[in-house]
């Protein structure tokens, strides 16, 4: 069994400033986990996915996440956000034991102001 | 490269109609899947398939119909649509199931039932 909560629906920053999401998830067996992003009225892409190498994951736009296997953790970051970050956020689980699915998370939409 | 196509964009059905959402994938993808979303729920796995011929249910399959005569295409159908399948519909292909292959998503197909 595998689930995944995203602790936060809404995160609101300022352009410039740090943004944090945050994911923990739950898996039987070890895990590869996912941020995907949605724009309004698009499709769904891929940011980043940790699969077991490195625990600090790098993505696109300097969006980086760290896998935390003793906080069952896997937080998106960023540094500086800009206004073309904001949009909606998901984490999502599936595990390395054959033909499993994915779980996503329900999503955290960010807001970034001026 | 098309990636993954969807068809069509928008549909508005009446409750009782019968319909059909199409998606194709020129990546030569084994793993392909549906998912609905809904606001606050994330995106929910409907039906998957691990390879023509073979299909299986997600979490949410009722009222929902799937079938893979080819590596290509995977549609949806509705039966008899109800107005809580009033939902956007996304189809997801990649060349394994779990583990750490990114999903491809299609833009989406927005279903109103009245």
């Known amino acids: 069994a595998q689930s995944v909560t995203q602790l936060d629906s809404h995160v609101s920053v300022s352009e410039g400033t740090p943004v944090l999401l945050r994911c923990n998830y739950s898996s039987s067996y070890s895990p590869s986990l996912f941020w995907y992003v949605q724009h309004p009225n698009k499709g769904l892409q891929l940011l980043l996915k940790?699969?077991?190498?490195?625990?600090l994951v790098k993505g696109i736009n300097g969006f980086e996440a760290e896998f935390k296997k003793s906080e069952t953790s896997f937080h998106l970051t960023k540094p500086s956000a800009h206004m073309s970050d904001a949009a909606e956020y998901f984490c999502v689980v599936t595990s390395n034991s054959g033909y499993s699915t994915l779980t996503f998370g329900k999503g955290t939409m960010l807001l970034v102001s001026p | 490269n098309a990636g993954v196509t969807q068809t069509p964009k928008f549909q508005v059905l009446k409750t009782g109609q019968s319909m059909t959402l199409q998606c194709a994938q020129d990546?030569?993808?084994?793993?392909m899947s549906w998912y609905r979303q809904d606001p606050g729920m994330g995106l929910r796995l409907i039906h998957y398939?691990?390879?023509?011929?073979?299909?299986d249910q997600g979490e949410v399959p009722n009222g929902y119909n799937v079938s893979r005569s080819t590596t290509e295409d995977f549609p949806l159908r509705l039966l008899s649509a109800a107005p809580s399948q009033t939902s956007v519909y996304f189809c997801?292909?990649?060349?394994?199931?779990?583990?750490?292959?990114?999903?491809?998503f299609g833009p989406g197909t927005r279903l109103t039932v009245t």
């Open positions: 398939s691990v390879g023509a011929g073979i299909t």
């Open positions: 940790y699969t077991s190498a490195a625990t």
């Open positions: 990546m030569n993808h084994e793993y």
């Open positions: 997801a292909s990649s060349s394994q199931g779990g583990g750490p292959y990114e999903q491809y």
